[in-house]
């Protein structure tokens, strides 16, 4: 039965998996879910998440130095368990065990080689270290950094398992032809598309340090246009007193640097992709990326906008804000991964024969 279960296939589900779980992660943050489950992995010491608040506060009782920092008497209410519950059952149950069967197939698989097997031991490694990552966020309460480190090792794990789907593509020559680029284009690119990834990513990661950073999303004001978006309680420039109530000045900051070098890079891709037989391939990922760099300013524009005194933010803005960032850093990791899949095969290649 293992016999037929493809492992290029079941790498394809992993990684749409995994972005699940990143986007109910996003769920979590919006709802105030994140502390809803104050140990781990049980919920209030029960494997369900129907809690109710007078359970919750016999827990408390009995555990008064988990109290969050809530306080005792706050209550969450059972949707809140249980977006943090199903985020851990899907985590736990489902993408941890394939996650180990895909490596016991691509192990066992004649058709891998030296390289594949490597990075399926890397997402093994990373998934291991992308739970107690989750312990350690719930054990700090859901520090703004902690909750960062736990999206970028997220995205770690991701960027592995696209790994290994490439690798495993060209093992058994099943290479798209989406990510087949100019050899000589991809060459002159890898380092440009390695720091526009590097780069999207620090935007990423300063936006997530905003978002959970409290009373960081108004740090600009909330006094519409040009006011507060693009400008900074109506300046361009400010003096930075203190990182984390500032915080979302210095992301802005960091987002227009990315969000000019990607436009340099899309022109650039433009003039340079008519010289190569595959230029276009490239090209059309550099758009890609620009586009989803682009589009995401565009809502976080609007995220800001959208405040009123009644109802704060709507924050099914900032989810939208931060899957479309999560989308460009993979789509340019990505891109830079498929530039390098092939040398890294070739030599391994040439060593076993």
Not at 137 to 152: G, I, Y
Not at 162 to 176: A, F, G, M, Q, V
Not at 178 to 187: G, K, N, R, S
Not at 213 to 232: D, H, Q
């Amino acid at each position: 039965m293992l016999d037929r279960i493809s492992t290029r296939r079941l790498t394809a589900g992993l990684i749409a998996v995994t972005f699940l779980v990143i986007a109910i992660g996003g769920v979590i943050r919006i709802y105030d879910a994140g502390e809803s489950c104050p140990d781990w992995p049980t919920c209030f010491g029960s494997w369900s998440f129907d809690v109710s608040p007078d359970e919750q506060e016999i827990w408390w009782d009995e555990n008064p130095d988990e109290i969050d920092s809530r306080g005792e008497h706050h209550r969450y209410t059972t949707f809140q368990i249980f977006t943090e519950w199903v985020h851990r059952l899907i985590a736990g149950t489902i993408l941890g065990p394939l996650v180990l069967l895909n490596w016991f197939l691509v192990r066992r698989d004649d058709e891998s080689n030296t390289a594949t097997k490597m990075v399926a031991n890397v997402s093994v490694a990373l998934i291991v270290w992308q739970g107690l990552i989750g312990w350690f966020t719930v054990e700090m309460d859901n520090e703004h950094w902690s909750v960062a480190l736990h999206l970028a090792s997220a995205l770690a794990f991701e960027l592995s398992l696209i790994w290994l789907w490439l690798c495993i593509s060209r093992d058994t020559n099943e290479t798209p032809k989406w990510i087949e680029f100019d050899p000589v284009l991809a060459t002159r690119w890898k380092n440009r598309i390695a720091w526009l990834g590097f780069g999207s990513f620090i935007a990423l990661f300063a936006g997530v340090f905003v978002a959970t950073t409290g009373g960081a999303n108004t740090g600009c004001g909330v006094n519409g246009f040009a006011e507060s978006w693009p400008l900074c309680h109506g300046k361009l420039f400010n003096t930075i007193e203190n990182l984390e109530d500032q915080s979302q000045i210095i992301h802005r900051w960091i987002v227009a640097i990315v969000e000019i070098a990607l436009l340099a890079a899309a022109w650039l891709i433009m003039k340079e992709q008519k010289q190569h037989q595959h230029g276009q391939i490239l090209r059309n990922w550099i758009w890609t990326a620009t586009g989803l760099f682009l589009l995401n300013v565009v809502v976080g524009a609007f995220y800001i906008f959208s405040w009123t005194a009644d109802s704060g933010f709507e924050e099914w803005l900032s989810l939208l804000h931060l899957l479309l960032a999560s989308l460009t850093f993979l789509v340019l990791a990505t891109v830079w991964l498929s530039t390098s899949v092939g040398t890294l095969y070739d030599t391994t290649v040439e060593t076993l024969e």
